[in-house]
């Protein structure tokens, strides 16, 4: 009797971002100096995934070249299966206005526009018509709480205002990854607890993030921590807070409704 053939085991999804001895090194002098050393990373899809490291440890750079703002020295990246280290510059910027969405610690607005304006543009860029990405930018303002800015210009807002909007706008093309880098290094503890609260919302939505910061309690909030050291990954752990941590980062979070 014929026996039946054993299923084939689930193959794995692949990483949505994956990196193979990547470097990034800058002339300095007569030689070069490696920022970033050999670094070997994947990011799966709907993970939260933070970077740490001491200051000049190549956590930025190493955000920077993931997201093609700045060419590798070496190494290989992968972006939703397809190798994308080799690209050009034109085509890097097609790619992120498709696919990738940053948020930097100075927002990085642009001033001669209105908030709107700053929110709709990567989803027009992107391909989306003026109704739809209008909808967009609609639907991201509300959700973040500055509707009521949506024609003001980013210098009258606050630092915190600055920040929804620059999130807003990385989140307009609705990317399969988003980039963050030091998303509240330049925010107060109120202003940090907001933005932290739309990123956990965020995440909780099924985004995919990988966020360089410096403190910890931002950090807690991420499925996995990386540190950086000198450019190479020191440790690389998933995130299994206490009961006593998750309570404080709650409270953190929740400390103003």
Same mark, same amino acid.
């Given at each position: 009797?014929?026996?039946?053939?054993?299923?084939?085991? #689930?193959?794995?999804?692949? #990483?949505?971002?994956?990196?193979?001895?990547?470097?990034?090194?800058?002339?300095?002098?007569?030689?070069?100096?490696?920022?970033?050393?050999?670094?070997?990373?994947?990011?799966? =899809?709907?993970?939260?995934?933070? @970077?740490?490291?001491?200051?000049? %440890?190549?956590? %930025?750079?190493?955000?920077?070249?993931?997201?093609?703002?700045?060419?590798?020295?070496?190494?290989?990246?992968?972006?939703?299966? *397809?190798?994308?280290?080799?690209?050009?510059? %034109? #085509?890097?910027?097609?790619?992120? &206005?498709?696919?990738?969405?940053?948020?930097?610690?100075f927002f990085n607005?642009?001033?001669?526009?209105?908030?709107?304006?700053?929110?709709?543009?990567?989803?027009?860029? +992107?391909?989306?018509?003026? *109704?739809?990405?209008?909808?967009? &930018?609609?639907?991201?303002?509300e959700e973040l709480? @500055?509707?009521? *800015?949506?024609? +003001?210009?980013?210098?009258?807002?606050?630092?915190?205002?600055?920040?929804?909007? +620059?999130?807003?706008?990385?989140?307009?093309?609705?990317?399969?990854?988003?980039?963050?880098?030091?998303?509240?290094?330049?925010?107060?503890?109120?202003?940090?607890?907001?933005?932290?609260?739309?990123?956990? &919302?965020?995440?909780?939505?099924?985004?995919?993030?990988?966020?360089?910061?410096?403190?910890? *309690? =931002? /950090?807690?909030?991420?499925?996995?921590?990386?540190?950086?050291?000198?450019?190479?990954? +020191?440790?690389d752990a998933k =995130?299994?807070?206490?009961?006593?941590?998750? /309570?404080? =980062?709650?409270?953190?979070?929740?400390?103003?409704?």
């Amino acid at each position: 009797m014929r026996q039946n053939p054993e299923p084939c085991p #689930a193959r794995e999804a692949p #990483a949505l971002l994956r990196a193979r001895g990547l470097a990034k090194a800058y002339k300095s002098g007569g030689g070069s100096v490696e920022a970033v050393r050999g670094v070997d990373l994947e990011v799966g =899809v709907g993970e939260f995934v933070a @970077i740490m490291g001491p200051s000049g %440890s190549g956590k %930025s750079t190493l955000l920077h070249v993931l997201g093609g703002l700045e060419p590798a020295t070496r190494g290989e990246i992968w972006l939703r299966g *397809k190798r994308v280290d080799g690209l050009s510059p %034109s #085509a890097w910027a097609v790619l992120r &206005r498709k696919h990738v969405g940053f948020v930097f610690q100075f927002f990085n607005l642009l001033s001669t526009m209105t908030v709107a304006d700053n929110v709709e543009l990567p989803a027009l860029l +992107a391909g989306a018509t003026p *109704k739809q990405a209008r909808k967009r &930018r609609e639907e991201l303002l509300e959700e973040l709480g @500055i509707a009521a *800015k949506a024609g +003001a210009a980013p210098s009258r807002l606050s630092g915190g205002e600055q920040q929804r909007v +620059a999130l807003a706008r990385a989140l307009a093309n609705e990317p399969s990854l988003l980039l963050a880098d030091e998303p509240t290094g330049n925010l107060d503890s109120a202003n940090t607890r907001d933005v932290l609260r739309l990123l956990r &919302r965020t995440h909780a939505g099924g985004q995919t993030i990988l966020m360089v910061t410096h403190d910890a *309690k =931002v /950090a807690c909030l991420a499925d996995r921590v990386i540190n950086l050291f000198d450019g190479m990954i +020191a440790d690389d752990a998933k =995130v299994v807070p206490a009961p006593r941590e998750k /309570a404080t =980062v709650r409270n953190f979070l929740e400390l103003r409704g």
